[in-house]
């Protein structure tokens, strides 16, 4: 469950890991429809690591050399002040992008990037991203589509630590982890641990188990754990939606 | 004030209005530089217009047929929920771009826009920017780096409104109204109303009020109605910039 989701389902039939490595590009929104040279080019240049959890992939401020295709695992990409604090800026999974923003600007990250879980990423020079901008037009159109989008996902949040009580993001958050096309009851399981989505969303842990046990007051829903059950999607939607200038489902989980 | 603010300066000799439409283009950072074929065809379609105070350019969900350059005057860019609460995301001023994303995702406009003082606005039609990315890859590039650098600042807003406390966050706003080279004492003017800053800042107005309070208290800044004195940058950074994962002046400053 991420603030950026601009990917799109590879084969259905197939596990992340069988996916080889020109499917795994093509399911990204990327890299749609790019010239196959520009494809070939990518591929020839990417390299694929397992990195174990905790590993730090880069740290803000660093010159951005690569960017990174998540194939499996989970990333997160965060801030931390003179003072120490932290901030999460996002938390990312399967086919979702990172570092690929600093090359257009100053060429530095503007956030460090540690792996959470054990996961599979396919690194890419950051040179070869930006030749790709430049000799393929669809590629460029792919990336301003992909910025923009994020840019929105960003706005979004920021009206919600606006407008949206603690009870309501949260609403929001498992909103985004349920299939929009389920009818009735819906299990979810929880994507990470409680503190890192309460960091997530931007709450100290003692607020986000306050907010959690009034969500449950106010909805009806039952939380076990990592485990959550709704009764239908509704019994969310009215509680979160309604202080939101989007409606359910936001158009970028359709 | 803004968020995003990627302006340059056009030139100093000149006040906005005597700027000629070639000049206005070239100041801006998406224009740098670009074919001058890109750069006729942008200026023999922009359209100025003169828009009172109030008045909507665009809602939230509208179809972006236009984009705009502020050539003089305030926007504020804001999102209506259901409820009817306001999240303000941005308040633009000179040279800053307006509706620019939007065709290049779903093509409709993902905030409301609404002149807060007389503005002197360039519209350009739309498809116009898609039809010089496509063909200018400068133009892509400078597209490019504009969204980066939004994103960046923000990335840096969810930061600080995860880490910062409110007199924290009215500190930063001040600070990036500072000329970062002056020495010694200086006098601010508030760019637009207490009531506005406050929701720029994601506060109530109450809030705004007795945080602002709290900051004269623990910095010794002065302000009487919209005049802010400062003893010396140090007077603020010091108290603002330890929350925060970047250091003063901010790169998008310099």
């Known amino acids: 469950m991420s603030l950026s989701s601009f990917q799109e389902s590879p084969s259905p039939f197939k596990s992340r890991s069988e996916v080889s490595r020109t499917e795994l590009l093509k399911s990204s929104l990327l890299f749609k429809?790019?010239?196959p040279a520009t494809l070939q080019e990518l591929e020839r240049t990417a390299s694929s690591r397992?990195?174990?959890?905790g590993s730090l992939l880069f740290s803000q401020g660093d010159q951005a050399n690569h960017f990174y295709l998540i194939k499996s695992g989970w990333v997160k990409l965060f801030r931390e002040t003179l003072d120490g604090d932290e901030a999460v800026i996002d938390v990312l999974n399967d086919l979702h992008l990172l570092g690929e923003t600093a090359i257009f600007e100053n060429g530095q990250h503007n956030y460090s990037a540690e792996v959470i879980e054990e996961s599979v990423l396919l690194s890419f020079p950051s040179?070869?991203?930006k030749q790709a901008v430049e000799n393929d037009s669809k590629m460029a159109l792919n990336m301003l589509?992909?910025?923009s989008r994020f840019r929105r996902l960003q706005s979004n949040e920021l009206e919600h630590r606006t407008v949206q009580n603690a009870p309501q993001r949260i609403g929001c958050f498992l909103l985004r982890l349920c299939n929009p096309n389920s009818k009735g009851?819906?299990?979810?399981h929880l994507p990470y641990d409680k503190t890192l989505i309460a960091a997530r969303l931007g709450m100290q842990p003692e607020t986000f188990s306050r907010a959690l046990a009034r969500l449950k007051e106010e909805t009806g829903?039952?939380?076990r754990g990592s485990t959550v059950e709704l009764d239908s999607i509704n019994q969310l939607s009215c509680y979160s939606c309604n202080a939101c200038s989007e409606s359910y489902p936001c158009d970028d989980l359709l």
């Open 145 to 147: 589509a992909v910025m």
């Open 127 to 129: 040179h070869i991203l």
């Open 221 to 223: 829903i039952r939380v």
């Open 185 to 188: 009851a819906i299990t979810l």
């Open 33 to 35: 429809d790019v010239n």
């Open 50 to 53: 397992t990195y174990s959890k």
